[in-house]
Nanobody
């Protein structure tokens, strides 16, 4: 069982910054990649950042503005979001791949199969 708990969402004006964090706990399976997805009303879920084997991958929509990082000792992954735009408004989900489970969404070479509950990010114009 993998549990992912997000924190750090909120409301900011355009141009502002937010930092999201995700604490992972896995009692039976190893996690080998983690990342962030987002979904806004009427739009498909978008994989925006992945960290795998120390390498990072980003969607074009956030490249240069968002930075994903991981603290392996604490099993946390963070997403620093700068220069936020109103179109960044969405529910943001932490995700991970638990080794040995079937993938549900393959993004940036990671077969994601575990999801957090999500945290709301709202950017006002």
């Amino acid at each position: 069982q993998v549990r992912l708990m997000e924190s750090g969402g909120g409301s900011v004006p355009a141009g502002g910054s937010l930092r999201l964090s995700c604490a992972a706990s896995s009692y039976t399976r190893k996690i080998d990649c983690m990342g962030w997805f987002r979904q806004s009303p009427g739009k498909e879920r978008e994989g925006i950042a992945t960290i795998k084997g120390g390498r990072t991958y980003y969607a074009d929509s956030v490249k240069g503005r968002f930075t994903i990082s991981q603290d392996n000792a604490k099993d946390t992954v963070s997403l620093q979001m700068n220069s936020l735009k109103p179109e960044d408004t969405a529910i943001y989900y932490c995700a991970a791949r638990a080794v040995g489970r079937l993938p549900q969404d393959v993004t940036h070479g990671c077969g994601y199969n575990s999801w957090g509950q999500g945290t709301q990010v709202t950017v006002s114009s």
